[in-house]
């Protein structure tokens, strides 16, 4: 499935692995790609940055290991932490993290 919610930016939906895929332009080109599963720790996606599972490792624990391989974590002009060696952005916000009602939905801190 997908669908078109901003101008230059086209969303893809695979209901079988449920997992949400942004893919921005800019200019024309391909200028960034995000991957998300809101809500959907379960998902059999795995996503691995230098052999870590970058959905089901909690954003502490990831940021802490990546740092122990090398990698340098800045916070970016947008709040995000990121890999600038590598152009890479994460928002790595689990619900491992953070308490849900009992339909998924983030509660209220």
């Known amino acids: 499935m997908s669908s078109d919610p901003v101008p230059g930016q086209i969303q893809l939906t695979n209901d ?3 997992l949400n895929i ?7 080109a391909l200028s960034s790609i995000e991957l998300f599963r809101f809500r ?3 998902t059999d996606v795995r996503v691995v940055l230098d052999g870590l599972d970058v959905f089901r490792t909690p954003s502490a624990a990831l940021f ?3 740092a122990e391989r ?7 002009d ?7 060696e590598l152009n890479k952005r994460l ?3 689990s619900s491992y993290e953070y308490p849900t009602d009992e339909e998924g939905a983030p509660n209220a801190l």
């Open 78 to 84: 947008m709040g995000f932490d990121g890999l600038p």
């Open 16 to 18: 079988e692995f449920r």
């Open 22 to 28: 942004m893919l921005g332009f800019s200019k024309g």
């Open 70 to 76: 090398g990698h340098t974590i800045e916070e970016d």
């Open 91 to 93: 928002a790595n916000q």
């Open 40 to 42: 959907n720790e379960d």
């Open 64 to 66: 802490e290991q990546l």
